[in-house]
T-cell receptor, first 113, second 116 residues
């Protein structure tokens, strides 16, 4: 029973273009969502988060959009840079300070020169 | 400021054996969470320790146990190893005293455990 789904195992995007990573969830009790980035041989790094009371959160080149009615969120990276090539994990929890975070399987992003 | 470190980097064990993995928290952090990441999967929450007490647990059997020490470093112990325990084990630290959420956890590089 996968509560957080990232249906695209991989994505290739030209450098300078927009990267859009998608995530769907099934648990309507989730109210806090996060994106993590992971390079090989390193642990995941927190990227950006969004609370369910918002529909958009922006931090530099990274923007996360939340559509609660569709139980869908997306991460936009503009413009995409070579250093963005990594695995991106979508994650969710039911409370802002919950100890249990549910991760998706991840999407591998390749930025092409 | 020292980041989260884990030891060992890699480990090979035989089914039925016991293993101990170690994690040193980032300086100033009092909360440690452990995750299991199987191949092709996202990290799965095992448990969390806050000030030396277990503060939440995921769907893992009792043979997965942990400790947190006064210096906030932590151990993950797994008894009676099974082949399916082969995975990357990640440790993450955070500080409950921050105004920010628990979620800004800082992950270590992980320990790759192989059970044969």
């Amino acid at each position: 029973d996968q509560q957080v789904k990232q249906n695209s195992p991989s994505l290739s995007v030209q450098e300078g273009r927009i990267s859009i990573l998608n995530c769907d969830y099934t648990n309507s009790m989730f109210d806090y969502f996060l994106w993590y980035k992971k390079y090989p041989a390193e642990g995941p790094t927190f990227l950006i988060s969004i609370s369910s009371i918002k529909d958009k959160n922006e931090d530099g080149r990274f923007t996360v959009f939340l559509n609660k009615s569709a139980k869908h969120l997306s991460l936009h990276i503009v413009p995409s840079q070579p250093g963005d090539s990594a695995v991106y994990f979508c994650a969710a929890s039911t409370r802002p300070r919950d100890d249990k975070i549910i991760f998706g399987k991840g999407t591998r992003l390749h930025i092409l020169p | 400021e020292t980041g989260v470190t884990q030891s060992p980097t890699h480990l090979i064990k035989t089914r039925g054996q016991q293993v101990t993995l170690r994690c040193s928290s980032q300086s100033g952090h009092n909360t440690v969470s452990w995750y299991q990441q199987a191949l092709g999967q996202g990290p799965q929450f095992i448990f969390q320790y806050y000030r030396e007490e277990e503060n939440g647990r995921g769907n893992f059997p009792p043979r997965f146990s942990g400790l947190q020490f006064p210096n906030y470093s932590s151990e993950l112990n797994v008894n009676a190893l099974e082949l399916d325990d082969s995975a990357l084990y990640l440790c993450a630290s955070s500080s409950a005293s921050q105004t920010k959420s628990f979620y800004e956890q800082y992950f270590g590089p992980g320990t790759r455990l192989t059970v044969t």
